[in-house]
């Protein structure tokens, strides 16, 4: 087998992670708790949009344009536990003979991973004016 293939199976049979995270700004303290299905690439991510100026959060973006980014880091918070037929490449929710994606074994990841999140923001409580989360009942 090709090395080229070697890899391909490797990155295939990865474990995917999901779970929460969090974007801290040590300039102010200020905090912003996200989640993701693809925990392991949610920095470079999160990271892209506030390099390119177009994150959705505008305080968050506002902090980062002013600092040029010095002073923030990403902190992985939780991950799901999750069953281990769980696949990085998503062969997991394939339906047979490539009819579509499981949309219940994928709905089954967003709520928990919402519920996850939701215990962590209430958790942390990292809602504005002391963090860039907007409060619960403005989401």
Sequence with gaps: ?????????????????????????????????????????????????????????????????????????????AKLKLDDEIRHDYKDILLPAGAGLRSDVIQSYRNELKALEELWLEELQPFEPAGYNRPPRAR
Excluded at 17 to 31: A, D, L, P, S, T
Excluded at 53 to 66: P, Y
Aim: charged share 30%.
């Design 1 to 77: 087998m090709n090395r080229r293939k070697e890899l391909q199976n490797e990155f295939g049979m990865k474990k995917r992670e999901m779970g929460v995270y969090q974007i801290i700004n040590r300039n102010n303290g200020k905090r912003y708790v996200g989640s993701s299905t693809t925990l392991d690439s949610a920095w470079k991510r999160e990271e892209f949009m506030l390099q390119m100026g177009s994150h959705m959060n505008k305080t968050l973006q506002e902090d980062w344009k002013q600092s040029g980014g010095a002073g923030f880091e990403f902190e992985v918070l």
